[in-house]
């Protein structure tokens, strides 16, 4: 049974540029949330999506945005990047009747130079 | 004020030792409490639910109290392999998302 996937493990951008990260969810999941997680803090809530829609959003510009395809898989796009963006990306996955329960993946560490 | 906090130690305790962390949290309306343990540099992965009863799981005891709005996590005969940080985490009422605490390191030593 495959856990939560993202792609990809690293990456570095240069202030200005935009990034894609993806996340497939753990099987049977429809789910996904995204959270920033900076160094010595805990995660923050980005967005979740179910159904491809936007359900919730958290305190984020919109220069973070996102989209869930039909397989329920993914993606998390951050465009103009700031040094401040630099952080671990994780991804979480559940199932709508139990958002209780989120699973992590092993997270996109972004650094922005 | 933080909506979730927690004291980020580190707690540093002897093999078999017993270690208690809290974590308050600051919206009344929290309905679903839960520790979530998290290594360096890897994901946070689900301890434990916490319970309004209070509950246990093995050396894991979590407790909460609604009236103080404070929730807790006792780790009995500490282990070198419970280093980690321990992450607090509620969910509101009517709301999608997890807000985590900052999380409290706990470093066991041999």
Redesign the interface.
């Known amino acids: 049974d495959a856990g939560v996937t993202q792609s990809p493990t690293h990456l570095i951008k240069t202030r200005g540029q935009q990034v894609t990260l993806r996340c497939s969810p753990k099987s049977g999941h429809d789910t996904v949330s995204w959270y920033q997680q900076a160094l010595g803090q805990g995660p923050q809530f980005i967005f979740q999506y179910y159904e491809e829609e936007e359900r919730q959003r958290g305190n984020f510009p919109d220069r973070f945005s996102g989209h869930q395809f039909p397989n329920y898989s993914s993606e998390l796009n951050v465009n103009a990047l700031l040094l401040g963006d630099s952080a671990l990306y994780l991804c979480a996955s559940s199932l709508q009747r139990n958002p209780y329960e989120q699973y992590f993946g092993p997270g996109t560490r972004l650094t922005v130079t | 004020r933080k909506e979730?906090e927690q004291d980020?130690g580190p707690f540093n305790v002897p093999e078999g030792a017993t270690v208690a962390f809290n974590c308050t949290y600051s919206n009344s309306a929290s309905q679903?409490f839960?520790w979530y343990r998290q290594d360096c540099r890897?994901?946070?992965?689900?301890l434990m639910?916490v319970y309004s009863s209070g509950n246990e799981d093995g050396r894991f005891t979590a407790q909460l109290n609604r009236a103080s709005q404070y929730i807790s996590l006792l780790i009995r005969d500490s282990k070198l392999s419970d280093s980690a940080t321990y992450?607090c985490v509620v969910?509101d009422t009517g709301?999608?998302?997890?807000?985590?605490?900052?999380?409290t390191r706990l470093q066991v030593q041999p």
């Open positions: 979730v980020p679903s839960f890897k994901e946070p992965k689900l639910s992450l969910r709301r999608r998302a997890l807000t985590f605490g900052s999380g």
